[in-house]
């Protein structure tokens, strides 16, 4: 009396095989009391019609109860069934068999936080309701990042599993998630299901400044800019920047007259992508007329007071040098005024 299976999983089953020394009831029209399957006791399963060629061999397929997990079943042959002269037959018992039908779950798989910027890392917890065998990184699939670190269990358990997530440089994206796949199992061979993380938002890329215009009063004369006139300077980030001033501090932005460099005060544009600076030109006391090289960005375009930031909404630090910055000299600078010669 034995079973092909003694381990049995989930959408797992076993052939039952059950040998008599000889031919035993049913043979048709012969037999008062015939052999069936309800001669035989069922632990944790049902058992489909045994059948048989000859009366001494019988087979059926043992199929598993859903969500169970017990160490100790057996099938056990009653003492109902008769040969053909109508001798009753011995009790009878299979080997213990494992019945191992509880998947396991994802109890929890989080992150512990959820917006990266620049330098910032999350760790990475999953738990299993069970310990799980077969389980790796692998078995992770990272939307705009790394886990750079092996995923571990730290109390050994299996159950619990630890890792850190790194997110990738220059992304925004604000639709990312870890995703679990089904390749891993319970130390049974159960396969677990798959989850996701809750939505992630990474954005590891700094605000640039991608452009510097220069803009004359109207009325200018010429495109000469003389004194008391004034002019705004724009400088364009790649994004929306926030200038926090806390320390109180002034923003200024470099820019040349002639050969001169000067700097002009911030005036407005927090919380947008543009932050504006304005200027009144200075009288020159030198002789002759400044307008060579008339109005140019300096080689340095924003120098940050101490204490104060200019970031992106998730808290990335502006790149404040002068790239991609493209100078407008089209406004001649002239300070000094004629005078009569004889």
């Not at 213990?96 to 999350?122: L, Q």
């Amino acid at each position: 009396f034995t079973m092909d299976d003694r381990e049995i999983i989930v959408n797992d089953n076993a052939t039952v095989t059950l040998r008599f020394s000889e031919p035993i009831c049913p043979v048709s029209n012969l037999c008062a009391v015939e052999f069936s399957n309800a001669d035989i006791t069922l632990d944790n399963g049902s058992l489909s019609t045994m059948e048989t060629d000859d009366n001494e061999t019988w087979t059926g397929t043992f199929t598993p109860t859903s969500n169970i997990e017990d160490n100790t079943s057996v099938l056990s042959l009653g003492t109902n069934y008769t040969d053909l002269a109508g001798n009753n037959g011995p009790a009878a018992t299979t080997a213990n068999y494992k019945v191992e039908t509880v998947a396991p779950t994802v109890d929890n798989f989080t992150m512990s936080r959820t917006e990266f910027k620049i330098g910032e890392t999350a760790t990475v917890t999953l738990r299993f309701s069970e310990p799980v065998a077969g389980f790796s990184n692998a078995d992770i699939t990272v939307d705009n990042g790394s886990l750079s670190t092996t995923m571990t269990s730290p109390n050994g358990d299996n159950i619990t599993w630890t890792g850190t997530f790194t997110p990738t440089d220059d992304i925004e994206d604000n639709t990312s998630v870890l995703s679990l796949g089904t390749n891993y199992t319970d130390r049974a061979g159960n396969n677990g299901p798959a989850a996701q993380t809750a939505n992630y938002k990474v954005d590891t890329r700094e605000p640039v400044v991608s452009n510097v215009a220069i803009s004359g009063q109207a009325g200018i004369q010429n495109n000469f800019l003389n004194p008391n006139d004034n002019v705004s300077f724009t400088a364009t980030f790649s994004e929306t920047v926030i200038f926090d001033n806390s320390s109180g501090g002034s923003l200024t932005l470099t820019f040349v007259v002639g050969s001169d460099n000067r700097t002009v005060p911030y005036k407005s544009g927090s919380g947008t992508n543009q932050l504006v600076f304005g200027y009144t030109i200075q009288p020159i006391n030198t002789n002759g007329e400044n307008d060579a090289n008339g109005i140019s960005i300096g080689s340095s375009v924003l120098t940050l007071p101490s204490g104060s930031t200019i970031q992106d909404a998730a808290g990335n630090d502006a790149i404040l040098s002068h790239d991609n910055v493209t100078d407008n000299d089209s406004y001649m600078v002239d300070t000094i005024a004629p005078t009569e010669v004889s």
